[in-house]
């Protein structure tokens, strides 16, 4: 199960493998004794070999999925998109940086909205009835 969810979510993020390495080297540049490669991924997406307890969870963080999605322990792969609105990541709309201004603005329109829904008040439906005016 962990080789296909890798892959799935390393190419869901259109990333190659050396990309992944570098990325996930990245967040943690002081653990030079766990620094991945881009053959290493292959390998372990391929099930040749197995990534450490470490490693997983450094991949767990990169895609912020959970370790038991990542390693198949669970099927939950539900996510709460407010956390991509506070986290560091790089956000994107058609290939467009969004500021944090952008963010905000967009994390605003979506929690209204969802508010705006969610507190709405249930009726049958929409009224397809016409008024009479008298003229």
């Known amino acids: ?3 296909e969810r890798l892959r799935a979510l ?3 993020e259109h ?4 990309q992944l390495a570098n990325a996930i ?15 290493q991924i292959g390998n372990w ?3 040749i070999r197995t990534p450490s307890y470490i490693e997983i969870q450094r991949l767990a963080k990169f895609f912020d ?3 038991d999605y990542l390693t198949g322990l669970t099927e939950n792969s539900t996510y709460d998109i407010a956390r991509l609105f506070i986290s560091d990541k790089t956000l994107q709309f058609n290939g467009q940086n969004l500021s944090s201004a952008d963010r905000y603005e967009i994390y605003q329109l979506i929690s209204g909205y969802v ?6 008040p249930h009726d049958e439906g929409p ?5 009479k005016l008298d003229i």
């Open 1 to 3: 199960m962990f080789p």
């Open 10 to 12: 390393r190419k869901g």
């Open 15 to 18: 990333l190659t493998l050396e």
């Open 25 to 39: 080297n990245k967040d943690s540049p002081t653990d030079k004794a766990h620094e991945s490669t881009g053959s």
């Open 45 to 47: 997406e391929r099930g």
């Open 65 to 67: 999925v959970t370790m």
């Open 115 to 120: 508010h705006g829904r969610t507190n709405a």
């Open 127 to 131: 009224k397809t009835e016409q008024g």
